[in-house]
């Protein structure tokens, strides 16, 4: 029969794996978005980050707020690049999770994931990035709190994303909470202001014995 299998499939074969969660483009930039409002806020920029940091994040919250999340994305990308140089302050734990990951060549084999089915390779991965979104806003309420920012009735959402991680959970139990305090922190916690512009450098004295 034309466009029959060549042989019928196999039913000792495995099921193909589960999709993995879905995260909406919306969801992924609000969750990159927040901390990084958040980090641009920490005493270590003295109130007053550089533009080359403030105008990528300022870029990304326009094009969210627009519906633009492959925009916001974007920039979201190049501050990230920002937070990685060496020249910049380092960011402490864990917002340097927020830079952009430069991983150390290696053979595939030494990735301690190389040889799991997909599905739990796919599993660990989700698992990671909520355990790294979990110490993000854990450590954004620490850092707002003790600017002052009304954050206590946070402590509940972070609670029960707590729990959730803690029993393997990193669905909609977790999602959901950790989702509205990034939501929150956006509402409350301003953009800071940009350093002022250097002054450009003092004229040159004139040389000894230059001609009147």
Partial sequence: MPGAPNRPPDPNAPPPPAPGPKETPQERTLRRLAPSRVALRLPLWKGAPSVELLQPLSEAESKFSAGDFAGAESSLDRLAVRFAEPRWPSLPVP??????????????????????????????????????????????????????????????????????????????A???????????????????????PRPPPPPAPEAAGAEN
């Avoid at 854990?138 to 600017?147: D, H, L, P």
């Avoid at 950790?178 to 939501?183: G, K, S, T």
């Fill in 95 to 172: 917002f340097r999770s927020l830079r952009v990951p430069i991983p150390t060549p290696q053979p595939p084999q030494w990735d301690p994931d190389h040889a799991l089915p997909p599905e739990e390779k796919e599993a660990r991965k989700w698992r990671r990035y909520g355990e790294t979104q979990l110490a993000l806003a854990r450590g954004s309420i620490e850092a707002e709190s003790a600017r002052g920012t009304s954050v206590g009735d946070l402590a509940d959402r972070l609670t029960a994303a707590e729990a959730a991680a803690k029993g393997g959970e990193f669905g909609p």
């Fill in 174 to 196: 977790f999602w959901q909470p950790v989702d509205e305090i990034w939501n929150a922190l956006r509402e409350r916690a301003p953009l800071p202001a940009s350093a002022p």
